[in-house]
């Protein structure tokens, strides 16, 4: 019954996309230009790259409660949306496409529905006349449990789709696999680029891909050598999504070296604003990232923008895609290490540590800020044109 479903709103959603893009063809410019950035926020990242393509127009279909920001197209705003989203969405995306040249997808939603073919028609459609696509991945939309579980039996390692089922029931259901697979399969065959984490957040894709972009405000990327004139050593934990990130590990690991006398205050935030987080890396001397992961990913970004040093699981001989010089901005610690790791950063003088936060600060500089990741995404779209 379900599927009988999709195929029939599915269908009504071709309709309405080929009859508005029919009709808006009769007043579309004479040269298409400019991007289209969408369809929902994930981690800001839809409005920092609104905000980095010069004259993009931005759509967001659904509601973030951690996000307030302000879209072109902002429909999820709207709670009777959700009851017409379906059908409104294919009517947009026709008027958009005679007039924009670029559309970038952030995650994996589309403006039709994904379930049947993963964003294939639309795709082809976009592409048929004379669009370009570029999908931009964020984690559990494209990665395989499949296939990152077979990378981490083979490695003799847990990574992140080990727990995630645990704390996020089904996500790793054939059907929400087959899903992920269509949308690896088609972003092969029709994306004019792809950014993705080609081991982190492994996928059917067998195309190469350019890494996560991080747009870290260069006015918040801050040097704090005062707090590295402290004697008690500040040690901080914020997981998102505690199980995942491996916060049971860390409060053992936690739990032991107190137990063994060592002097430190720990600080574990969960489910706090970002205000208050960002607050707190400001005071951290030690930052506790996640351990099943193969990136830094925001939180680490944030963490070295606060001049912390990072213990996390990322790992540029794992994870390609990291820039330059990314092992030693923070200190490599897979979930097994993080004991001996964070030891060591106790037994530290605070001007080894700052030494250490230093590196991460400067790496964010180089590679995470929104100058660089505006100019290489720019970069990208302007050789799609060449």
């Not at 996500?171 to 029709?190: C, H, P, Q, V, W």
Request: glycine letters at 6%; a neutral charge; proline letters at 4%.
């Amino acid at each position: 019954m379900k599927l009988m479903l999709l195929k029939v709103v599915f269908l009504v959603q071709k309709i309405l996309l080929n009859t508005s893009f029919a009709v808006c063809k009769l007043f579309a410019p004479k040269q298409k230009e400019g991007v289209v950035i969408g369809i929902e926020e994930i981690a800001s990242i839809l409005y920092s790259l609104g905000g980095a393509l010069k004259g993009a127009k931005t759509v967001n279909f659904y509601k973030n409660p951690y996000y307030d920001e302000k879209y072109d197209y902002y429909f999820g705003q709207y709670k009777a949306y959700k009851l017409i989203k379906h059908f409104i969405s294919p009517i947009l995306l026709g008027y958009l496409m005679v007039r924009y040249k670029t559309f970038i997808y952030i995650s994996g939603n589309g403006y039709l529905l994904r379930h049947l073919d993963g964003r294939a028609y639309e795709f082809w459609k976009l592409r048929k006349h004379g669009c370009d696509v570029i999908c931009y991945f964020t984690g559990s939309d494209i990665r395989s449990f499949k296939r990152l579980d077979a990378f981490g039996k083979a490695h003799n390692m847990d990574v992140i789709t080990t727990y995630q089922p645990i704390s996020h029931n089904g996500i790793d259901s054939a059907f929400n696999e087959n899903i992920r697979k269509m949308l690896g399969e088609t972003a092969n065959k029709y994306a004019s680029a792809i950014f993705n984490p080609s081991t982190d957040q492994m996928a059917y894709i067998e195309r190469n891909c350019h890494p996560f972009l991080y747009f870290a405000d260069e006015r918040k990327i801050q040097y704090l050598p005062e707090k590295f004139q402290q004697e008690t050593k500040v040690v901080l934990h914020a997981p998102s999504s505690p199980i995942i990130k491996g916060t049971p590990i860390v409060r053992a690991v936690i739990k032991q070296l107190q137990e063994e006398g060592y002097d430190f205050e720990y600080v574990e935030l969960i489910g706090v604003p970002n205000t208050q987080v960002m607050a707190e890396l400001a005071k951290a001397h030690i930052v506790l990232n996640e351990f099943y992961a193969l990136v830094p990913g925001v939180f680490g970004v944030e963490a070295m923008m606060n001049n912390a040093v990072l213990l996390t699981s990322a790992d540029r001989e794992l994870e390609p895609t990291l820039f330059e010089g990314a092992n030693e901005a923070w200190v490599v610690t897979p979930y097994w290490q993080l004991y001996n790791n964070l030891k060591y950063a106790l037994e530290s003088p605070m001007e080894v540590l700052k030494d250490q936060a230093d590196k991460g600060t400067q790496w964010v500089e180089q590679y995470c800020t929104y100058e660089f990741s505006s100019n290489y995404l720019n970069n990208v779209i302007e050789q799609l044109d060449d």
